[in-house]
């Protein structure tokens, strides 16, 4: 079993960046695959990245390509969230995710098995 635990969210102008974090418990943190969904109240969780267990191949929606960036650091148990040239549409609340089996084009949530707490990112006009 896997806990997470998102941080980095706060509140930045459009145009600006921040990165968000997701820490991970567990020894076998390196035998999942992770990825971003974010959630805007009354919505469904939608797809943002995703990065395969060993940090190479990764896959992003549409509307963050060339603006977010995922990697992860297996000795730290931690995926990351470089997020850039940030917009008001991407206000939203932010999860990170984990699953143990499927493939990266898997983007519904639940596709995933693991899911952190969240975290707010609101981006400013």
């Known amino acids: 079993q896997v806990q997470l635990v998102e941080s980095g969210g706060g509140l930045v102008q459009t145009g600006g960046s921040l990165r968000l974090s997701c820490a991970a418990s567990?020894?076998?943190?390196?035998?999942?695959?992770m990825g971003w969904f974010h959630q805007a109240p009354g919505k469904e969780r939608q797809f943002v990245a995703a990065i395969s267990w060993s940090g190479g191949p990764t896959h992003y929606a549409d509307s963050v390509k060339g603006r977010f960036t995922i990697s992860r650091d297996n000795a730290k148990n931690t995926v990351y969230l470089q997020m850039s040239s940030l917009k008001p549409e991407d206000t939203d609340v932010y999860y990170c995710?984990?699953?143990?089996?499927?493939?990266?084009?898997?983007?519904?949530?639940?596709?995933?098995?693991?899911w952190g707490q969240g975290t707010q990112v609101t981006v400013s006009s």
């Open positions: 995710a984990a699953t143990a089996s499927g493939s990266l084009y898997n983007t519904r949530p639940r596709d995933y098995d693991y």
């Open positions: 567990g020894r076998t943190f390196s035998s999942y695959q």
